[in-house]
């Protein structure tokens, strides 16, 4: 069951579905948590509404409203509908949830976080339309700890960018201070609205994540 401060909920899962999302079965991963998150909900009689956002300025996916046990094929089925594409940011597909959605409970945000995109004025919106925030965050086993050796050309998958670097080693030890700031960040704007954060590596068994990494900073019970 989902641990929150709200006595009824009404779970609603945003779900990044753009393209930063493809590698390392990033979105597998989530799409794999959404769907165990909205068991959890409907089991415990609480609703469930999904929003998948793709492309900046085009409308998300959506299901909303979903309640009961026999809900759960409605959830699942709209889940293997949705595939990652597009160049979406997770404060457009926050903004284009808020538009649609109406009623206090808790929002889940499942993302990468690899975004140009101003978290903290979304989070602002979530809070203030009376959703607790569950922010988590979904990485590859490479992006939490890249093996990268000599010259290196990064490219940015949703716009194709590249920026060519001769030495990895200052650069990972720059990339992993900024992670490890982005992080403590993220978690601090999750706080200070009494909401929570955690990030996830897409490599570890989803029963892993369920029942150690989030049972542990209770997220569930």
């Excluded at 794999?32 to 900046?56: C, H, I, K, N, P």
């Excluded at 509908?81 to 206090?104: E, K, N, Q, Y």
Aim: charge should be negative; hydrophobic fraction near 40%; proline fraction near 2%.
């Amino acid at each position: 069951k989902l641990y929150s401060h709200e006595e009824e909920l009404h779970v609603v899962i945003i779900l990044d579905a753009s393209a930063s999302m493809v590698s390392e079965e990033k979105f597998n991963r989530a799409q794999q948590l959404a769907a165990a998150f909205s068991t959890m909900a409907l089991l415990g009689t609480e609703r469930v509404s999904l929003f998948a956002g793709t492309s900046g300025g085009s409308t998300p996916a959506t299901l909303q409203n979903c309640s009961g046990r026999s809900a759960t094929r409605l959830v699942f089925d709209f889940l293997e509908g949705v595939s990652p594409a597009g160049d979406s940011t997770i404060d457009t597909a926050v903004a284009s949830t808020l538009r649609v959605h109406r009623g206090r409970g808790i929002a889940i945000v499942l993302s990468d976080f690899l975004t140009t995109g101003d978290v903290s004025r979304s989070f602002n919106l979530l809070n203030s339309a009376g959703l607790e925030i569950f922010a988590l965050q979904i990485l590859g086993p490479n992006e939490i700890d890249p093996d990268v050796t000599g010259d290196v050309r990064l490219v940015d998958c949703e716009t194709g960018r590249t920026l060519d670097v001769s030495s990895a080693r200052d650069l990972l030890d720059l990339y992993h201070e900024h992670r490890q700031t982005q992080r403590d960040w993220m978690a601090s704007q999750c706080r200070r609205r009494n909401g929570r954060f955690e990030s996830v590596s897409s490599g570890d068994p989803l029963e892993s994540i369920l029942f150690e990494t989030l049972l542990r900073r209770g997220w569930i019970r």
